[in-house]
């Protein structure tokens, strides 16, 4: 962290709310210098087995979270980066937050989470859905079906397939699912925008979470007739989502007194609209401009590239107009898990002697390309872009008696750099041009996936020069919205920052790859695009054993009791 600075300086904060933690940044708005952090964990994390305080089992696929751990990080993580940070709170002029996405929860008209109505405390339709809940993977498929059944006209601005974590597939499967606590929830918000709405009282939308998950093109969103198509009681569905639409870097209102108290700023300070991880991380690392893509590398991965002109790309995220920045058609594209599958491996495979990233990577690097003889499909969290099927699963082809873990683990490694090398061939196809890639993210301190990842898309990689990438790009933001910088790109040429192609493709292990990237390419299209659903089946099968099991238990259960 660097020094506090001289007299007069101002300061903003970011908070980038993640999947098992939120943190706050305080950043200098001169020159985007950071001066503090802290981090607070979600005291219930990721809600995947059964709702906390003894609450009902869930499905398989479902994955909750709970709304006041986003509240404890702005009472902790807050006051605690400023106290770290050295400065007073009183020369705080904004705060700007992100979140993964699409992350949502039902709530009343004031903004109260269902799932904090007594009533409906044990009803786990009434929590929020984290971006990685894939239950509602069947309600996409049909959105996905009839939408092509009767030609509608934005299915194509999402590659031709919507998904299962996205709004309306929520949505549906909560009307399905739930009708009660569907018909209780006036409102259906991202997590953004909530958590906004929390600290300014206000409810806005923002243009980046309702284009990208929220199907909104042309600022409509899907009509009435189709939603009733799919449903006859999903047709008010819109209203539940309809909310004041505000372009990134926008002020969304002032943080009231309640924030203030919770978070220790000074009432009445800007707050920037919501924004999510990945494409606020745009700004800070100084990639607005159309070719460079952003690939923010953890969990999961998130992809976007600004162009000059709306494209249909296969099976990407989307594309919107300001989506990313104004005055851009942003594009997005991505891949629901990198760094868990790494974790996987590591936690659950790997022997005891080598169970871990730092001596696998030493391992694996020693090996030649291809010398392992293997190649991984990178599915174990389903897929996202191209195919956009989360009920897909991974696969290794080659595995030998001989085969050591630092083979798989190479593999793995490599199997994720195809997959962004798939999406980045799907932009080029439809006339989105890729010229470099900027990484940001916990994975960046691996050289050796650095490396590959340059390889495998034969292009330089720069990497972000924080480690805060999403809190950074979200404290840019606010520095636009408290007025200190004009727009987004003058904020991000002087707040954000950059290694320049600090890895660089090796024409030998290019041409390596191409050959390994050859079967990959073979393996994707087979067991993803319909000549061998294996794997579909498999999920059948385990979520039929799955359900019988929690019925047997709950049999048992009931006898006991």
Same mark, same amino acid.
């Given at each position: 962290m660097s020094g506090v600075g001289e007299v007069g300086d101002r300061y903003v904060v970011g908070v980038d709310y993640g999947t098992l933690s939120g943190r706050a940044l305080v950043v200098r708005v001169r020159d985007g210098a950071e001066l503090g952090t802290a981090v607070h964990e979600?005291?219930?994390?990721?809600?995947? @087995?059964?709702?906390?305080?003894?609450?009902?089992?869930?499905?398989p696929d479902w994955a909750?979270?709970?709304?006041?751990?986003?509240?404890?990080?702005?009472?902790?993580?807050?006051?605690?980066?400023?106290?770290?940070?050295?400065?007073?709170?009183?020369?705080?002029?904004?705060?700007?937050?992100?979140?993964?996405?699409?992350?949502?929860?039902?709530?009343?008209?004031?903004?109260?989470?269902?799932?904090?109505?007594?009533?409906?405390?044990?009803?786990?339709?009434?929590?929020?859905?984290?971006?990685?809940?894939?239950?509602?993977?069947?309600?996409?498929?049909?959105?996905?079906a009839l939408a092509h059944e009767r030609g509608e006209p934005w299915i194509g601005r999402y590659g031709g397939k919507i998904s299962a974590e996205w709004q309306f597939a929520k949505g549906l499967q909560l009307l399905e699912e739930d009708p009660e606590v569907y018909q209780r929830a006036d409102r259906f918000i991202e997590?953004?925008?909530?958590?906004?709405?929390?600290?300014?009282?206000?409810?806005?939308?923002?243009?980046?979470? /309702?284009?990208?998950?929220?199907?909104?093109?042309?600022?409509?969103?899907?009509?009435?007739?189709?939603?009733?198509?799919?449903?006859?009681? !999903?047709?008010?569905?819109?209203?539940k989502l309809d909310g004041p639409l505000l372009p990134l870097a926008d002020k969304a209102g002032e943080l009231t007194a309640q924030a203030a108290a919770w978070t220790g700023l000074p009432q009445g300070i800007a707050v920037a609209v919501g924004n999510v991880d990945a494409h606020v991380t745009a700004a800070s690392a100084q990639a607005l401009a159309p070719g460079r893509l952003v690939a923010i590398m953890g969990t999961s991965t998130c992809h976007v590239v600004n162009g000059a002109q709306p494209a249909e790309v296969a099976g990407m995220c989307g594309v919107v107009e300001g989506?990313?920045? /104004?005055?851009?058609?942003?594009?997005?594209?991505?891949?629901?898990?990198?760094?868990?599958? !790494?974790g996987w491996f590591v936690k659950?495979?790997?022997?005891?002697?080598?169970? @871990?990233?730092?001596?696998?990577?030493?391992?694996?690097a020693a090996q030649p390309v291809g010398a392992h003889g293997l190649v991984a499909l990178d599915w174990w969290n389903g897929n996202r872009s191209l195919l956009v099927n989360h009920d897909l699963s991974g696969m290794?082809?080659?595995?030998? %008696?001989?085969?050591?873990?630092?083979?798989?683990?190479?593999? %793995?490694?490599?199997?994720? /750099?195809?997959?962004?090398?798939?999406?980045?061939?799907? !932009?080029?196809?439809?006339?989105?041009?890729?010229?470099?890639?900027?990484?940001?993210?916990?994975?960046?301190?691996?050289?050796? %996936?650095?490396?590959?990842?340059?390889?495998?898309?034969?292009?330089?990689?720069?990497?972000?020069?924080?480690?805060?990438?999403?809190?950074?790009? @979200?404290?840019?933001?606010?520095?636009?919205?408290?007025?200190?910088y004009s727009s987004i790109?003058?904020?991000?040429?002087?707040?954000?920052?950059?290694?320049?192609?600090?890895?660089?493709?090796?024409?030998?292990?290019?041409?390596?790859?191409?050959?390994?990237?050859?079967?990959?390419?073979?393996?994707?299209?087979?067991?993803?695009r319909g000549a061998n659903d294996v794997m579909l089946r498999l999920r059948a099968i385990r979520n039929a054993a799955a359900g019988s099991a929690a019925s047997t238990n709950e049999t048992a259960l009931e006898e006991v009791a």
């Open positions: 979600y005291r219930n994390a990721v809600i995947e @087995s059964a709702l906390p305080d003894g609450g009902p089992s869930l499905p909750l979270q709970d709304p006041q751990d986003y509240r404890d990080v702005l009472r902790h993580a807050v006051p605690a980066a400023v106290a770290a940070a050295g400065v007073d709170p009183r020369d705080v002029v904004g705060i700007g937050i992100d979140f993964t996405a699409c992350t949502i929860l039902p709530t009343l008209a004031d903004g109260t989470p269902l799932c904090e109505v007594p009533e409906l405390r044990q009803r786990p339709h009434a929590w929020v859905k984290l971006w990685k809940h894939h239950a509602a993977q069947p309600h996409a498929d049909r959105i996905n997590a953004a925008d909530w958590i906004v709405w929390q600290l300014c009282g206000v409810e806005t939308r923002n243009v980046c979470t /309702a284009g990208y998950k929220g199907i909104m093109q042309d600022g409509k969103y899907p009509s009435t007739d189709y939603l009733t198509a799919l449903n006859p009681d !999903f047709g008010d569905f819109v209203t989506g990313i920045s /104004a005055g851009a058609w942003g594009y997005e594209a991505g891949q629901s898990g990198v760094g868990d599958i !790494f659950h495979a790997a022997p005891a002697e080598v169970a @871990s990233h730092e001596r696998l990577t030493e391992l694996a290794i082809v080659g595995l030998t %008696l001989a085969t050591r873990p630092e083979d798989v683990y190479r593999a %793995l490694l490599e199997a994720t /750099a195809y997959g962004t090398r798939m999406i980045i061939e799907a !932009f080029v196809e439809a006339g989105v041009p890729v010229n470099d890639l900027v990484i940001a993210g916990g994975l960046t301190s691996n050289k050796l %996936l650095m490396q590959i990842y340059a390889d495998v898309t034969n292009r330089p990689l720069s990497i972000i020069g924080s480690a805060q990438g999403p809190a950074l790009g @979200s404290a840019i933001h606010a520095a636009v919205a408290a007025g200190e790109h003058e904020a991000s040429q002087a707040m954000g920052r950059i290694s320049e192609a600090v890895y660089r493709p090796d024409p030998d292990r290019v041409r390596a790859y191409d050959a390994l990237y050859a079967e990959y390419r073979t393996l994707h299209d087979h067991f993803g």
